[in-house]
């Protein structure tokens, strides 16, 4: 192995990973999932899972002896207990190897992992995950929201239907599943507001109609609506900003109704379509250890004293040194 | 027929002195989606071109309305972005206080979308607008404004300042949305 390598930590929400990365690769990877016994994430048992387990998932990552350059970790979004559990992980590990810190933005970490998976090279990128639904581009030192949830996230509001339909979590792939033997469709709220939508009206909706119809025709209607809200709105931006790229990522992208919609609308636009792997696709250490890399090589690391955790990171906050 | 605009959601026409919108299919969504929502966008885009008009902002003639289709008078003026000054950024705000005093907001502002013709200024492509009266709603709309001015006129301080004053002119919730606006601004958003 030459060259710079970057261990990174995740663990915004219930997926707790560390990777290293070098500049052509995922070296080694180790994960450790909380599965809530029953319902959704609960936070603080969500961060009590991730203390039980980082110091585990870091030693497995590195017990190779690869050669470490910097400690990156996501400094946000996510839930506030995750997030200083891990931060408190990476402070720990870059003091003890002393190698610098990068604090990464998560959002944008999606972003340039599917970038560096895919060769994308300057694509509206849509972003939809348990808590975040954004259409994102770069513009002039910044990753732009062009538009965003006024809400909940969509994998949000499928979880929320899919639980008061008795479906366990996480629900969106029960719901994609059960939505392919609907035999018709049922009308529910679609919300774009200018460059934004909103997904709680339709989750409660969802909701109240699966009471009256065959559950099948319900989870094939919200995804219909939701998606079409989703592809509307990436669409405009594309429009809007003339590139000529679309990429999806998080970990609702993993649905193939979603990946259809977009498909056929980069096609009527005549722009490319680009989906990383699965694994890139959720959260996932290596995406943090990239980005890292990047912000490594132009020069940025994170003082102990600003390594804060901000549970609202928003990723046009994130100053792009690496572009 | 020669074709004007090609946007995300529409094809504009001009036919004559006639204007034909048509919202084009999008074969991404189901068909009952799709009609329904450019159905609906249609009637509120044409009813909010009326409207405005009726709170005195000049707006095309709606001449036909079809299920996907708007037939509206062709405006022949000068884009204001050609011609922008302090003078027309003043009337701009006045016009811009109107429509927000009736309740609607455009959703789509910029120097493109204002046409002057004979004096008078006119306000078109309604295809973003909608009813709102939240303070935030009219900050987003009048933040868009003023980002077309600072990327396309270098005087745009000027601009600003005297759209202000227009828009306080004939706006009496004008010093609220105004100062939304600043805040909307250190938000970083809509680029």
Redesign the interface.
């Known amino acids: 192995m030459s060259g710079i390598s970057i261990l990174g930590l995740e663990g915004t929400a219930w997926n707790l990973s560390a990777a290293i990365v070098d500049e052509d690769d995922v070296i080694v990877e180790n994960t450790a999932t909380y599965k809530p016994p029953t319902g959704g994430i609960h936070p603080r048992e969500a961060a009590q899972h991730h203390a039980a387990h980082i110091a585990d998932v870091i030693r497995k990552t590195m017990e190779n002896g690869n050669k470490i350059d910097a400690v990156a970790f996501s400094q946000g979004p996510g839930l506030g207990p995750c997030l200083r559990t891990v931060a408190t992980a990476a402070r720990a590990l870059s003091l003890s190897l002393d190698v610098p810190l990068i604090g990464v933005n998560h959002c944008i970490a999606h972003i340039e992992v599917g970038i560096w998976k895919t060769r994308a090279r300057d694509p509206v990128t849509l972003y939809v995950s348990g808590a975040n639904s954004q259409v994102l581009a770069y513009?002039?030192g910044?990753y732009?929201?062009?538009g965003e949830t006024l809400d909940i996230g969509i994998g949000n509001a499928l979880d929320k239907f899919a639980r008061s339909a008795g479906l366990s979590h996480p629900g969106g792939p029960k719901v994609e599943e059960l939505a392919k033997q609907s035999t018709q469709?049922i009308?529910l709220p679609?919300t774009v507001?200018?460059?934004d939508f909103s997904f709680s009206g339709l989750a409660t909706a969802a909701q109240e109609a699966s009471r009256k119809y065959p559950l099948p025709d319900v989870c094939s209607s919200f995804q219909?609506?939701a998606f079409?809200m989703l592809?509307?709105v990436t669409?405009?931006a594309?429009?809007?900003t003339g590139k000529k790229e679309v990429l999806l990522g998080g970990g609702v992208g993993a649905n193939s109704r979603l990946r259809?919609?977009?498909e056929?609308?980069c096609e009527?636009r005549g722009v490319e379509f680009y989906v990383p792997e699965k694994r890139f696709m959720g959260d996932n250490g290596a995406m943090i250890a990239h980005l890292g890399l990047l912000m490594y090589k132009s020069g940025y690391s994170t003082r102990v004293s600003e390594s804060k955790v901000n549970p609202n990171y928003r990723p046009?906050?994130a100053i792009v040194t690496w572009r | 027929m020669t074709i004007i605009g090609n946007?995300?959601?529409a094809v504009i026409a001009l036919v004559g002195n006639t204007v034909i919108k048509t919202r084009i299919q999008?074969?991404?969504?189901?068909k009952?989606?799709?009609e329904?929502?450019r159905r609906d966008r249609t009637r509120t885009e044409a009813r909010l071109i009326s409207e405005a008009r009726r709170c005195g902002v000049p707006t095309p003639v709606i001449r036909d309305v079809t299920d996907f289709e708007i037939k509206m008078e062709y405006i022949d003026g000068i884009p204001l972005k050609e011609i922008i000054n302090t003078a027309l950024s003043g009337q701009t705000g006045e016009l811009i206080g109107c429509l927000h005093n009736c309740g609607i907001v455009h959703?789509d502002l910029t120097t493109s979308n204002m046409l002057l013709k004979d004096g008078k200024l006119f306000l078109i492509d309604f295809g973003?607008a909608?009813l709102e009266k939240t303070v935030e709603a009219r900050g987003?709309d009048i933040h868009v404004l003023f980002q077309t001015f600072e990327s396309t006129h270098t005087d745009h301080e000027e601009l600003i300042s005297a759209f202000k004053k227009g828009y306080a002119r004939t706006f009496r919730h004008a010093d609220e949305v105004i100062e939304r606006e600043k805040q909307i601004e250190s938000r970083?958003?809509?680029?």
């Open positions: 513009r002039a910044h732009r929201v062009f469709y009308k679609y507001k200018g460059m219909e609506t079409a592809v509307e669409e405009r594309v429009a809007h259809e919609m977009l056929i609308m009527e046009d906050e | 946007g995300a959601e999008k074969h991404y969504r189901l009952e989606i799709d329904s929502i959703g973003l909608y987003v970083g958003r809509y680029a």
